[in-house]
């Protein structure tokens, strides 16, 4: 693509040099990975600034540099306000504005995100049509799995990838979309068809400081959901009415609305909600008609996920037998309340609950069914909101008998000292620490009796542990095995 071309449309920009004969093959926001004839964007991140890496650029096949100051270099320097910003606009031009060309469901939310994305694209699958999807495991485009570093890419990662479902005929792509890439503007110029909202509560505080800025991040997915009309079908943002944030996200968006809810009337509504020992059943009450639905998910909070799921899908056109028929057979997400079965006579589940609303969520949902005594196996990550820190030890404490913690990714911080946050003020004591995860998990496992439920909480479907900066092998299911045997 001409270079010219390529940034005529960057709302702030100046350039001195001449691009008119630069004909760009590539978009590359790490100078390791240049090919020849690529343009290189300088971001300054978290570990460095990439403007540092503008000469070793040139000399590996940068013939256009995109930077926030002026640059010694050999070849022409671009110069934005904000390079970040820029490379959104960019790579969404370089690709051809490929979400234009797909339908698009956003999914945002503290918690569901992962369970609802992927209860939308086993329906549309159901439905016969192909699909995508991005989020915190991985990113599957058309039944081919892809690996991913983070749950919403970069906006360089992101575009490409949705240029590739537009090549492989994709119809629709469903993505996580975490308040991380909102402010950070990873999705910026993605065309949404449908938003939906899971909930809000306390995570990421060592990010975004205050709830107030974390619903704000939130708010922009709805915010951002634009007036294009594509595949000749209005745009829709999908709010959970039951949590206490609906009326300010209702307020944010331009587009219809469709709700969902419990306790609240709501375009798809759950009547006679019934927990059971072996998955949820209620009546989905729908601007169609009712329909019955028999789910092998468990909990409450899969009751919300499963109507979060069926309204984005009726919004996206899909007939209301089809999606029926997926919620009564999705058999819901590896590491999410993922039961472990090795001829024990007591219950192991293994769960990516990571925050205290989470866990109480899941612990509660134990406690409603289980005879014996709970023992929770948790700890808390390094590197991230030490607020919820306390919290969720007091949630351990308050719901399980016992509660074992321990380390869950602990980064750059000590294990200890990640632990003394999670006990300060605690007023239980019906607790122990074991820092050694595997060393925790055989201790549950080892006192356990008949009838008790070992909960598994934190790293879900991860199969690493994350120790300074080493991602040493780490599996919570591999591990309960071994000491189940
Ligand atoms: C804090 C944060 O968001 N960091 C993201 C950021 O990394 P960074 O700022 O450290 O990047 P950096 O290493 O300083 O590099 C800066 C620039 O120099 C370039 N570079 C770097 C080195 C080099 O030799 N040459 C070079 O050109 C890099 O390619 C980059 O363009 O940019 C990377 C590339 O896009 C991201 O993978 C990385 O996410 C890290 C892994 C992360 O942990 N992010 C978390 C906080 C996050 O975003 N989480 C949310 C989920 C939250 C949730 O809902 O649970 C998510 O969406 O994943
Ligand atoms: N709707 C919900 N409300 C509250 N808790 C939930 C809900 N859905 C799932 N959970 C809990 O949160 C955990 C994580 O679920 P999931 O992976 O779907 O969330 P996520 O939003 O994708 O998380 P992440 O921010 O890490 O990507 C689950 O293991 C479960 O404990
Ligand atoms: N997306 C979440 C995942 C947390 C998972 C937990 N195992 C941890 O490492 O804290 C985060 O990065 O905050
Ligand atoms: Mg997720």
Redesign the pocket.
């Known amino acids: 693509m001409n270079a010219k071309e390529l940034i005529k449309n960057l709302p702030d920009y100046q350039c001195q040099q001449n691009l008119d004969m630069l004909n760009i093959k590539h978009i590359e926001m790490d100078h390791r990975l240049l090919k020849e004839n690529s343009l290189f964007v300088c971001i300054k991140g978290y570990t460095v600034d990439g403007h540092q890496f503008a000469e070793a650029a040139v000399e590996n096949g940068a013939t256009v540099i995109v930077a926030e100051k002026e640059l010694d270099v050999s070849v022409p320097v671009v110069i934005v306000p904000d390079t970040s910003r820029a490379l959104a606009h960019l790579a969404n031009n370089f690709y051809d504005h490929p979400s234009s060309k797909l339908k698009v469901i956003g999914v945002t939310?503290?918690?569901?995100?992962?369970?609802?994305?992927n209860i939308i694209d086993e329906i549309h699958h159901y439905a016969k049509q192909k699909t995508a999807i991005i989020?915190?495991i991985q990113m599957v485009i058309d039944g081919e799995s892809h690996p991913v570093k983070n749950?919403t890419p970069d906006s360089l990662f992101l575009q490409k990838n949705l240029h590739q479902m537009v090549e492989k005929k994709i119809d629709v792509a469903t993505m996580?979309v975490?308040s991380h890439a909102l402010d950070l503007g990873r999705v910026h110029g993605v065309d949404f068809d449908i938003a939906v909202f899971?909930?809000l509560?306390q995570?990421h505080l060592d990010y975004h400081q205050t709830m107030e800025n974390y619903l704000f991040a939130k708010s922009l997915l709805f915010s951002q959901l634009g007036n294009t009309l594509k595949h000749e079908r209005p745009k829709y943002a999908v709010i959970n009415q039951d949590d206490e944030h609906a009326e300010f996200l209702n307020r944010v968006t331009a587009q219809p609305v469709l709700t969902y809810g419990v306790q609240n009337k709501a375009s798809f509504q759950a009547v006679n909600v019934e927990l059971m020992a072996n998955g949820v059943s209620f009546i989905m009450k729908t601007p169609k008609g009712n329909v019955p639905i028999k789910s092998k998910l468990m909990g409450m909070?899969?009751v919300?996920?499963l109507l979060?799921a069926a309204t984005a899908a009726y919004a996206s056109g899909i007939e209301l037998d089809i999606i029926q028929h997926v919620l009564n057979n999705t058999t819901g997400?590896k590491?999410?309340?993922q039961p472990v079965e090795h001829k024990q006579d007591f219950g192991v589940i293994i769960?990516?609950?990571?925050?205290p609303?989470?866990?109480e969520?899941?612990l509660s949902t134990i406690k409603r069914f289980c005879a014996g005594n709970i023992r929770v196996v948790v700890g808390c990550g390094g590197d991230r909101d030490r607020r919820k820190r306390p919290l969720m030890a007091e949630v351990a404490c308050q719901y399980a008998d016992q509660a074992i913690f321990t380390s869950d990714n602990p980064r750059s911080e000590s294990s200890q000292a990640i632990i003394d946050d999670m006990v300060e003020g605690l007023k239980h004591n019906n607790y122990q620490t074991i820092l050694d995860r595997e060393e925790a998990i055989k201790q549950a496992i080892e006192q356990a009796n008949d009838k008790d439920v070992v909960l598994i909480?934190g790293k879900?479907h991860e199969t690493y542990q994350i120790v300074g900066d080493k991602v040493l092998d780490f599996d919570d299911e591999q591990v309960a095995i071994k000491y189940l045997n």
């Open positions: 939310g503290t918690n569901g995100k992962t369970s609802v994305t989020g915190t749950t996580e975490s899971t909930n509560s995570d909070f899969s919300y996920n979060a997400v590491g999410r309340f769960d990516y609950a990571h925050t609303d989470s866990l969520n899941v909480a879900g």
